[in-house]
């Protein structure tokens, strides 16, 4: 079984920063791909910022330049600095690992959402 645990959310003022982690555990051979999802209320989950298995890394378009996305070296554990946060940031961030190949085959898991609150 495949767990990923997410730390990092509060509330912050509009300007300030965060940085969300995430760590995967559990019985795997490798995960190709993380990355962080949000959503708002009433609003569909979305793709904020994802890191592939070459490193590269993709961006939602309203993030990019205030959001970075890394990854250490063991690729178990994500990071997302968050810089310059605004209201509409607000959410609750899901983190996601997909695929992550095990004995078993291709799955993909998802945290349980830390919840990220920007207001003054």
């Known amino acids: 079984q495949v767990q990923l645990v997410e730390s990092g959310g509060g509330l912050v003022q509009p300007g300030g920063s965060l940085r969300l982690s995430c760590e995967a555990s559990g019985n795997f051979l490798t995960i190709f791909a993380m990355g962080w999802y949000r959503q708002a209320p009433g609003k569909q989950r979305e793709l904020v910022a994802r890191v592939n298995s070459d490193d590269s890394t993709d961006y939602e378009d309203s993030v990019k330049g205030r959001f970075t996305i890394s990854r250490d070296n063991s690729k178990r554990t994500v990071y997302l600095q968050m810089n310059n946060l605004k209201p509409e940031d607000t959410a609750v961030y899901y983190c996601?690992?997909?695929?992550?190949?095990?004995?078993?085959?291709?799955?993909?898991?998802w945290g349980q959402g830390t919840l990220v609150t920007v207001s003054s």
């Open positions: 996601n690992a997909n695929p992550v190949v095990t004995r078993a085959g291709y799955v993909e898991v």
